[in-house]
């Protein structure tokens, strides 16, 4: 990742940076002030439809986020593709796609959208700004949670997922701790719906049959497969890595390459979670082990039987 040279607005000092490190904070060697690492192409004030950019809040493989505000006060978060990034021209139609998924559904556990279009040659949508953490950022804080609270997060992402799937026949394929936030009210968002699938009507073709979208440490045996059908279970699949990871830290399925981890999902079973942590429940190892079921025919046969399953642990 190429450097870049900033400057902290206190002193002056310049600091060297990179593109990853874009909406950090950065504490200043010489005078100890703080300051957010600045984007290179989006400065604070350009306007994307009725939303004023402020700073940024983080970086993606193909775009930013960025707080803005509204004439009204209104925080949002704007996300910003970059097209010139982008070889595939499909993602942006996915990244499109995201903001129509987001659009139709309401429901407290999915990111709010309020606009989206083009502006200054580039592809935006805006969306509710939630104060809070990715799991994947608390995962990097204190390597796992406790049962308790693990099964609290995974409740609640079932019940947005039950939503997604009861009203539009959703499959998000891409569940996982980075896809989930925590506000510091304690609600549960749930992130990124630009690869979700649906059951009921698929506009725009967006995936060649030949290609697998998804996290390989997350992703179902039948979503390794190119041109497999998928529904709900898939993402129930996901939800159990997740869960798994949160309760013991380390992922059950992780190769040194991406298709090494694959080959673990399709052919080989997952460690009991009770070898990293000791005290887990026997309840916990089974819904774990039917959450990972090989099968979509082990696996729970709907989001509400599931989330039943989470209601007698808890």
């Not at 600045?38 to 439809?49: A, C, K, L």
């Not at 460690?271 to 979509?296: A, H, N, T, W, Y």
């Amino acid at each position: 990742m190429p450097l870049f040279v900033s400057m902290c607005p206190g002193c002056s000092c310049e600091f060297e940076t990179s593109d990853l490190h874009i909406g950090r904070q950065h504490i200043c060697k010489e005078c100890g002030d703080q300051c957010i690492i600045p984007s290179q192409r989006i400065d604070p004030g350009t306007v994307f439809g009725d939303f004023t950019i402020q700073y940024p809040l983080g970086v993606g493989a193909s775009g930013e986020v960025h707080l803005a505000k509204g004439e009204d006060g209104l925080k949002v978060a704007v996300k910003v593709l970059f097209l010139e990034d982008i070889e595939d021209e499909v993602d942006v139609a996915r990244f499109m796609r995201e903001a129509m998924f987001s659009h139709a559904l309401d429901h407290p556990g999915v990111i709010k959208l309020y606009d989206g279009g083009e502006e200054h040659g580039l592809h935006y949508i805006a969306m509710e700004y939630v104060e809070g953490e990715t799991l994947d950022h608390h995962l990097d804080k204190f390597d796992e949670l406790s049962e308790k609270d693990a099964l609290k997060i995974i409740r609640d992402v079932a019940d947005v997922m039950c939503y997604v799937w009861n009203e539009r026949r959703l499959v998000h394929r891409d569940l996982k701790p980075a896809n989930i936030m925590v506000s510091y009210e304690g609600i549960t968002k749930v992130m990124d719906l630009g690869i979700a699938k649906s059951f009921m009507y698929d506009l725009t073709q967006l995936t060649d049959p030949e290609t697998i979208i998804g996290s390989p440490p997350y992703m179902s045996p039948e979503q390794c497969a190119p041109g497999k059908p998928l529904d709900f279970r898939a993402d129930i699949y996901s939800l159990g890595c997740t869960l798994y990871q949160l309760v013991t830290g380390e992922y059950p399925f992780f190769a040194d390459t991406p298709m090494g981890t694959v080959r673990q999902q399709i052919f080989e079973k997952h460690k009991d979670p009770r070898e990293f942590v000791p005290g887990l429940s026997e309840g916990l190892k089974l819904l774990i082990d039917r959450m990972l079921g090989k099968s979509v025919k082990d696996r729970h046969a709907s989001w509400e039987e599931l989330i039943e399953e989470i209601d007698k642990l808890t």
